[in-house]
């Protein structure tokens, strides 16, 4: 078990520079481009990562659609990741991956961990947050990334 001091909050992998609002994006590969480019753009990920959710996506079909309305786009540490790192990205208007329960996609979270222990955190902390269904229509409505981590902030438990 790892001790307090080890833990991360969401709000410390997700910054305002990796939030944009109200994205058009024609198709998944799209939507992961840029969910991928956040991450690229603050050195925290190696172009080779967006490749291999490109590539999760065609392998293993739109699982990444995990809630209703809300895409997890990842793939594996090894792929590229450089830190520990999160994205997201509010699409208007929504975009079909193919999930006949779960389409369509109107918050796409990206995100790319170092090792297994950082991966589970990561998803133990976004599972707290998917399941927030109020958190989750806020930040659809967010005008602004500072409103969205307001939110973030909001609904994560305390540390």
Known sequence: MASSDELFQLKELLTPAAIRLHVAASDPAQVIREAGQLLLTQGAIEERYIEAMQQALQTYGPYMVIVPGVALLHAR??????????????????????????????????????????????????????????????IQASTSAEEVMHIIAAASPAA
């Open 77 to 138: 540490p090894s792929d590229g990741v450089k830190r520990p790192c999160m994205s997201l990205l509010t699409l208007e208007p929504p975009v079909s991956f193919g999930n006949e329960d779960n389409d369509p996609v109107k918050i796409a979270i990206a995100f790319g961990a170092v090792d297994r222990q950082k991966h589970l955190q990561a998803l133990t902390m976004l599972t707290q947050l998917l399941a927030n269904e109020q958190a989750l229509s806020a």
